[in-house]
C-alpha cells in the first residue's frame, strides 16, 4: 500500500465519515437515500475513492445513531433502539461520557476486525463464485430475496408483498432478451428503467420528511456528558463484549437480509445470557453499549463480502453501493479481482481510514454533533426537501425522475403509515433484474431443459437451504401465532 | 431512518433534560400535501421557467409546510436556493438551466455566466 494512495483515500474517507455522522445524527434522511444523493457526485471521483466515501457515509451513520441514541435516547438510525437502552441510562447516571467512548472504541475494534475479515473472506468468496453458472447465482440471489423476507422481519407477509413490489418496479424498462418496452405505458423516460435514485430517495428521503410532518421539534438541552475516557477495568470489562458483538454482527451482516439492529439486538441478547451479574440490565450496564455497538458497526461492514465477492447487496445501502459500482463500469465479483485488484485493496483501506476519522471526528466533537439536533424542523425539512429534489434532478436532468421521486415519497409515506418495511421495495428492484438475467441464461445454455438446472452445483444445496428456510418461517409463525 | 417521537410528558423526557416536544395531534395531511406538491412543481416547472425559480418555489412551499410563516418562509427559501445552486452549481459542476430557457435570447448581451 502507497502512502499517496492513502493520502488519497483519506479525503474521501473523512468526508464520508463526516457526512454519514451528520445523516446519522439528524433526523430525515438515512444513509442510503445520501448515498444514493451522493451516486452522481461520486461519479466525478476516481472509482476507489467514491466507493470510500460512500462506505464512510454508511459506517459514519451508525455512529451518529449511537451518539443520539446514549444522550438523548433518540436513535438517529434503526440500529441505535438497542443502544439507547443500556447507553442512554449510563447517561443518566452521569456516565454519558464514558458510554460514547466505550461506544466509539468497540465500534473501532469491530470495524478494525471487520475490514480484515472482509479482505480475507470476499476474495475466496469471489473464487468461488468463479466457478458458479448462470442457474447457481440464480438460485442463489432467490435465496437471498427469501432470506430477506423470512430473517428479521416482524411481518413476513407485508415484507413478500413489498418484495413483490420491487421486483415488479424491476421489471420496468426495456426486456434485455427481446428488445421489447415492459411496463413503459409509451413513455421513453421508461425504457431504461426506473432508476434507483428516485426510487431510494423518494422512499427513505422524501417519504420520511412527508411522514414526519406532525410538528417533532427538538429542543437545546443536551444532557451533560461528562468525563470522556474510560478507567482501565471499565475498558477490561467491554473488550468481551465488542468482541463477541463483532462475531455476531459480522456473521448477520453477512446473511442477506442481514440488518444492523437484529445484529445489535442478538449481540445484547447474548451479553444478558452470559453476564455473571445479569441484574445491572436495566440500570445501565457498559456491555450493553460495547456489544451492540460493535455488532450494528461489524453487521453494516460484513455487507461488502457478499456485495464484492458475489455482486448482490445485503440491504438497500449495499444496494446503492452496488449502483456505484456499475456508475464506474466495475462489476463486483471474480472479474473485479482479476482485473483490477487495487481497487479491493484501497477498499479495505478506505474502511480501515473510515474507521479512523470516526473516531479523530466523534469523540471531541460530540457536543457540536448532538447541538446540530437544535436545528428547528422549519429549517430542517426543507433543506431534506430540496437537497432531495436538486440531487434527483442534478443525476439525469430529467424532470421526469423528480415526479418518480414524487411518486415514490407519496408511496414511502403511505407504506410508513400502514406499517410496511421498505428495504424489500428496494431489494426486489435490485434482485429481480440480476435474477432474470440470470435465469434467461441458465435456461439458454440449458436449451429449455429445466431439469438440467438441477444439475448445476450450487442449485439443489441452495434450493434446499431455502425450503429449510421456509420451513423455519412457517415454524415459527406457527408458533408466535400460538403464543409459544 | 426513523424520527423517534419522545412527548414531553414522560419521564425519562424530564430526567433526561433533553427531549423533543409534544407531536403535533396525527392525521394533519396539509403539510405534508403541500410539500408533495412543491416536488410536482418542480417536476412541471424546471423545464420551462429554469432551476433556479423551481427551486425557490420548492423551498418556499417545503419551508411553509415546515411551520413557518410566508414571509420567513420566503426569506429561508432565498437563503437556501442560493446556497444549494451555489453547491450544485459551483462546487458540483453540475450544469443546470438556471434561468427560463425563454429568457436567454433577451440575456445574450449581458455580463453574465454561462448558466447552462
Known amino acids: ?484 | 431512518m426513523q424520527i423517534v417521537l419522545v412527548k414531553s410528558n414522560q419521564p425519562e423526557c424530564a430526567q433526561a433534560a433533553s427531549c423533543v416536544a409534544d407531536p403535533a395531534p396525527a392525521g394533519r395531511f396539509g403539510p405534508a400535501l403541500l410539500t408533495l406538491s412543491g416536488v410536482l412543481a418542480f417536476a412541471l416547472l424546471a423545464p420551462m421557467a429554469g432551476v433556479a425559480l423551481s427551486t425557490w418555489l420548492l423551498a418556499l412551499l417545503a419551508s411553509y409546510a415546515a411551520g413557518n410563516r410566508w414571509l420567513p418562509a420566503a426569506l429561508l427559501a432565498c437563503g437556501l436556493t442560493l446556497l444549494l445552486l451555489a453547491v450544485f452549481v459551483l462546487g458540483l459542476q453540475v450544469p443546470f438551466q438556471l434561468l427560463p430557457p425563454v429568457l436567454m435570447p433577451w440575456l445574450a448581451g449581458w455580463p453574465l455566466p454561462a448558466l447552462t
Open chain 1, 1 to 484: 500500500m502507497n502512502l499517496e494512495l492513502l493520502l488519497a483515500l483519506a479525503g474521501p474517507a473523512l468526508l464520508g465519515a463526516s457526512l454519514g455522522t451528520l445523516v446519522g445524527v439528524l433526523p430525515g434522511i438515512g444513509p442510503a437515500a445520501t448515498m444514493a444523493l451522493l451516486l452522481p457526485a461520486s461519479f466525478a471521483l476516481e472509482p476507489q475513492a467514491a466507493i470510500v466515501l460512500l462506505c464512510g457515509v454508511y459506517f459514519g451513520a451508525q455512529y451518529g445513531s449511537s451518539t443520539t441514541a446514549i444522550l438523548l435516547k433518540l436513535p438517529g438510525e434503526a440500529s441505535g433502539v438497542v443502544t439507547a437502552e443500556e447507553g442512554h441510562r449510563l447517561a443518566l447516571k452521569g456516565q454519558a461520557g464514558v458510554a460514547l467512548a466505550i461506544a466509539a472504541l468497540a465500534s473501532l475494534l469491530a470495524g478494525l476486525l471487520s475490514a480484515a475479515l472482509v479482505a480475507g473472506l470476499t476474495p475466496w468468496l469471489a473464487r468461488l463464485a468463479l466457478g458458479l453458472g448462470p442457474a447457481d447465482v440464480a438460485a442463489l440471489v432467490l435465496l437471498a430475496a427469501v432470506a430477506l423476507v423470512c430473517i428479521g422481519q416482524r411481518q413476513r407477509r407485508k415484507a413478500l408483498a413489498m418484495l413483490l413490489l420491487g421486483l415488479l418496479i424491476g421489471l420496468v424498462g426495456t426486456d434485455f432478451g427481446g428488445g421489447a418496452p415492459r411496463f413503459t405505458f409509451g413513455l421513453a423516460e421508461l425504457r431504461d428503467g426506473i432508476g434507483l435514485v428516485p426510487l431510494i430517495v423518494g422512499l427513505f428521503g422524501l417519504g420520511e420528511v412527508l411522514a414526519s410532518h406532525a410538528g417533532l421539534r427538538a429542543s437545546s438541552h443536551i444532557a451533560p456528558i461528562g468525563r470522556l475516557w474510560p478507567r482501565r477495568s471499565e475498558l477490561q470489562a467491554s473488550l468481551a463484549p465488542a468482541l463477541r458483538g463483532t462475531g455476531v454482527g459480522f456473521v448477520v451482516g453477512m446473511l442477506p437480509g442481514g440488518k444492523t439492529l437484529l445484529a445489535s439486538m442478538m449481540s445484547l441478547a447474548l451479553e444478558r445470557r452470559v453476564a455473571r451479574d445479569r441484574a445491572q440490565y436495566g440500570h445501565g450496564a457498559l456491555s450493553g453499549v460495547a456489544g451492540p455497538e460493535a455488532a450494528n458497526n461489524a453487521s453494516a461492514q460484513a455487507g461488502l463480502v457478499p456485495l464484492i465477492g458475489l455482486g448482490l447487496p445485503g440491504n438497500p445501502a449495499m444496494a446503492v453501493l452496488l449502483g456505484a459500482f456499475m456508475l464506474h463500469g466495475i462489476a463486483p465479483g471474480a472479474v473485479m479481482f482479476e482485473r483490477s485488484p487495487e481497487l479491493f485493496e484501497a477498499i479495505i483501506w478506505g474502511m480501515v481510514l473510515a474507521n479512523l476519522a470516526l473516531i479523530v471526528l466523534n469523540l471531541p466533537l460530540i457536543g457540536v454533533w448532538v447541538r446540530l439536533l437544535a436545528l428547528p424542523l422549519g429549517l430542517l425539512t426543507p433543506l431534506i426537501v430540496v437537497i432531495s429534489v436538486l440531487g434527483v434532478y442534478a443525476q439525469s436532468r430529467l424532470a421526469f425522475d423528480v415526479g418518480l421521486l414524487a411518486l415514490f415519497g407519496l408511496l414511502g409515506y403511505l407504506l410508513r403509515k400502514a406499517d410496511y418495511p421498505l428495504a424489500p421495495i428496494v431489494f426486489g428492484a435490485v434482485l429481480g433484474p440480476i435474477f432474470e438475467d440470470n435465469l434467461r441464461r441458465a435456461f439458454m445454455h440449458a436449451r429449455g431443459d429445466g431439469m438440467e438446472l438441477l444439475t448445476q452445483p450450487l442449485v439443489l444445496p441452495v434450493l434446499g437451504v431455502l425450503l429449510l428456510l421456509l420451513l423455519w418461517s412457517l415454524w415459527a409463525g406457527w408458533r408466535s401465532r400460538r403464543g409459544v
